[in-house]
């Protein structure tokens, strides 16, 4: 019997034992850079004509490691050789499946600075962003495994005279995981880990600038004897794979998180029947957010504005429940302004290997790509145009290191349908907007196309009750910040173009990778 699910808990690095250890493993992981990582295909390493560099944003001139690009051909067999593997995979028990995730989640937990470490370089993430990532992924494995147990238990049914009838799951078959690189362990992990452990067989396509860490968790996959082709590593460009694994007949599911763009082509192509396909393919998106961070006339202020630092700008304003809109009404809108502009410029820009004590946000490190940089920057150019800017706006400069860092920036005075208002930016840049009241912030706060995540602070029953209700938002806050989500705690997903709301780390997940069978027997 196993315990019940907990989530994994956080340290603090500003305590000089987690300090030191993390020190440690960063030491490690920077002896480690540089290697060469293969593809592996039914549990074949394979080597291509074709590699590319994973890059330290923060360090431009440091090579992660060079990683072999799948191609065409190669991808065409990865899901060829998952779908083979399913023929057996499919019958293994769900106990015996969980055990895989369980012992994955112990090997991760043993070796979480090391594998925080690697994102640190790889994602330029700070040791507290890195280290609640590996925390999710870990959470992930251990819900999951439980999760399959629970829905390979006998399903309830009334009885009926002279039959014996029976209700249970079964697995769908090959699938695509194609996870982003914001939480590259964590989701990764997680979009992945839940179909496997549900019955079926996955190709992993990492996102292209976030590979190594997601081969850490292949080759522990490797170590525990997964079967050969339940799980295949198939890095690569999405322009050159994405549409080969996602047409493929033998697909049978995609499971993505990423843009828009790239979420509704997968929904147009995943439509598309390719004969010998005998199914309909599922999607399960998760495609971003505009998310909002609103308060009324009544709300705590010191504490608004804390969390506001640092749900717009924890990991450089790189996630996807970042609050990149701030709602406030007009009688605390003066106040709310003039301490943002105290507190974001206490915000440290620095290379990210190393840690300022203080609040995890201070920690500032690079965005993750020269594209994303160019993008975030032109935004900048707009909100000049479309609001006052209260503070940061440029680029930023970190001695001794070339790297993609731009300071923490706020406009001000933005009108809600402001380009800068509505388009997810997915950088350091926040926009404050004034509400004229209560009916004027669910207004505004629901006048984008997406619904993933927002927060409202009131000290009024009302204003939060109203809020419950009108805030059209898959994961809605109150008097908290609008980032965080823990496994179990808050299922995660979003509403309109946020993707399919999903609800990751919660209790219908599987069921997503899972089809229902009823039997019956007479008797």
Known sequence: MLPPFSTEPYVNFNEPGPRAKMAEALKLVESRLGRTYPLIIAGEHVETDKTFDSINPGDTDQVIGTFNKCTAELAKKAVESANEAFETWRFVPAETRARYLLKAARICRDRIYELSAWMVYEEGKNWIEAYADMCEGIDFLEFYAREAVRYDRPQGLTPWPGEENDYFYIPLGAGVAIPPWN??????????????????????????????????????????????????????SGSEIGDILVDHPRTRFINFTGSVEVGTRIFRRASAVHPPQIWLKRTVLEMGGKDFMAADETADVDCFVEDVTVAAFGYQGQKCSAGSRVIVHSGIYDEVVEKLSERVPEIVTHDVTE?????????????????????????????????????????????????????????????????????????????????????????????????????????????????????????????????????????????????????????????????????????
Not at 356 to 384: F, R
Not at 465 to 489: F, I, Q, S, W
């Open 183 to 236: 939480f590259p362990f964590a989701i990764m992990a997680g979009i992945t880990a839940a179909p496997i452990v549900a019955g079926n067989t996955v190709c992993l396509k990492p996102a292209t600038p976030a590979p190594a860490i997601a081969y850490q968790l292949v080759e522990i996959f490797e170590q525990l004897n997964l079967p050969p082709g339940v799980l295949n590593f198939i890095p690569g």
């Open 355 to 523: 840690w300022i004590d203080g609040p995890a946000v201070n920690n500032h490190g690079p965005v993750i790509t020269k594209e994303s940089y160019d993008k975030i920057l032109s935004y900048i150019e707009i909100g000049k145009k479309e609001g006052r800017l209260l503070c940061g706006g440029k680029p930023a400069k970190v001695i001794g290191r070339e790297g993609y860092y731009i300071e923490p920036t706020i406009f001000v005075d933005v009108p809600p349908d402001a380009r800068v208002a509505q388009e997810e930016i997915f950088g350091p840049v926040t926009v404050v907007v004034k509400a004229k009241d209560f009916d004027d912030i669910v207004r505004i706060a629901n006048s984008t196309m997406f619904g993933l995540t927002g927060a409202f602070y009131s000290k009024s029953r009302e204003n939060l009750e109203r809020a419950r209700r009108e805030l059209h938002v898959g994961n809605l806050y109150l008097n908290r910040k609008c980032t965080g989500a823990l496994v179990d705690v808050q299922p995660f997903g979003g509403f309109n173009m946020s993707g399919t709301d999903s609800k990751a780390g919660g209790r219908d997940y599987l069921l997503l990778f899972l089809q229902g069978k009823s039997v019956s027997e007479k008797i």
